[in-house]
């Protein structure tokens, strides 16, 4: 599953489409150089609504289905639009969610289970949980996420590092925690760093079903749509061998 964050147009948002990309991201997140307001994330949603297709799949249902082979992407299904939010009240985020008509939330900062319970139950939305590793407790934390309602996929960044930044790192790393979520039914999404150079390399070391990308297909500050199309090529062409499985959400055991 391909995400590409921090789009900022609904020009970009189409290219981003056409590339045959899973998701989009949308940043909301005050401290983010790729916020955008909610008429800019209204006119998004709309450039993609209006180009005639049908509704996108739900972020559980793209894990679940995992990467899509080149000849099977001829007529991709639309990608849904996720919107990035850090240390914003779920009031608030419910009122983007409800404005813009986003599918899906993604809980930077102070991501805790029992806030991302409060993003769910106030939107209804489903939620994508970001953690940064940090050490013996990563295993222990990516679970409690994992277990919590309403979290589809668990983002996993570098360690030490804020959000959007474009630090390489070993993406190994991260393969305790997709190993340990693997039975919850949560896909693993690695973020950081990210480029068509080493995006196959991220999935084998990692073990991830997903990648998240935005500095490495930008050009000037900017969703690059020809680097976007060459990072999903490499992403798509990657062996899949090495993942761990992701069963349904209604079907796997959740926790809280």
Same mark, same amino acid.
């Given at each position: 599953?391909?995400?590409?964050?921090?789009?900022?147009?609904?020009? @970009?948002?189409?290219? &981003?489409?056409?590339?045959?990309?899973?998701?989009?991201?949308? =940043?909301?997140? =005050?401290?983010?150089?790729?916020?955008?307001?909610?008429?800019?994330?209204?006119?998004?949603?709309?450039?993609?609504?209006?180009?005639?297709?049908? #509704?996108?799949?739900?972020?559980?249902?793209?894990?679940?289905?995992? !990467?899509?082979?080149?000849?099977?992407?001829?007529?991709?299904?639309?990608?849904?639009?996720?919107?990035?939010?850090?240390?914003? !009240? #779920?009031?608030?985020?419910?009122?983007?969610?409800?404005?813009?008509?986003?599918? /899906?939330?993604?809980? !930077?900062?102070?991501?805790?289970?029992?806030?991302?319970?409060?993003?769910?139950?106030?939107? /209804?939305?489903?939620?994508?949980?970001?953690?940064?590793?940090?050490?013996? !407790?990563?295993?222990?934390?990516?679970?409690?996420?994992?277990?919590?309602?309403?979290?589809?996929?668990?983002?996993?960044?570098?360690?030490?590092?804020?959000?959007?930044?474009?630090?390489?790192?070993?993406? @190994?790393?991260?393969?305790?925690?997709?190993?340990?979520?693997?039975?919850?039914?949560?896909?693993?999404?690695?973020?950081?760093?990210? =480029?068509?150079? =080493?995006?196959?390399?991220?999935?084998?070391?990692?073990?991830?079903?997903?990648?998240? &990308?935005?500095?490495?297909?930008?050009?000037?500050?900017?969703?690059?749509?020809?680097?976007?199309?060459?990072?999903?090529?490499?992403?798509?062409?990657?062996?899949? @061998?090495?993942?761990?499985? &992701?069963?349904?959400?209604?079907?796997? #055991?959740?926790?809280?």
């Amino acid at each position: 599953m391909v995400k590409i964050c921090g789009v900022r147009t609904p020009e @970009s948002a189409l290219a &981003v489409a056409d590339a045959g990309a899973d998701l989009i991201g949308v =940043n909301f997140a =005050n401290v983010s150089k790729r916020r955008v307001d909610l008429t800019t994330a209204r006119r998004i949603v709309e450039s993609l609504r209006e180009r005639g297709d049908v #509704p996108p799949p739900s972020l559980a249902e793209r894990l679940r289905r995992g !990467s899509y082979s080149l000849a099977a992407r001829a007529e991709p299904p639309p990608p849904a639009v996720v919107g990035i939010v850090v240390e914003q !009240s #779920p009031h608030e985020i419910a009122v983007i969610a409800r404005e813009v008509a986003l599918h /899906g939330v993604q809980l !930077s900062g102070d991501c805790t289970p029992a806030a991302c319970i409060a993003i769910h139950d106030a939107t /209804g939305l489903e939620v994508i949980a970001v953690m940064r590793l940090g050490g013996a !407790s990563d295993v222990s934390r990516a679970i409690a996420l994992a277990s919590t309602t309403g979290v589809v996929a668990v983002l996993v960044d570098a360690p030490g590092t804020v959000g959007g930044a474009g630090h390489a790192w070993d993406h @190994s790393q991260a393969r305790a925690v997709v190993d340990g979520v693997a039975a919850l039914g949560v896909g693993v999404i690695v973020a950081g760093g990210l =480029n068509e150079g =080493n995006v196959g390399d991220a999935l084998a070391r990692s073990g991830a079903w997903g990648v998240d &990308v935005a500095s490495g297909v930008e050009t000037a500050g900017m969703t690059d749509p020809d680097r976007v199309r060459a990072f999903v090529r490499a992403a798509r062409v990657a062996p899949l @061998s090495h993942c761990a499985p &992701v069963t349904t959400a209604t079907d796997a #055991p959740r926790g809280t």
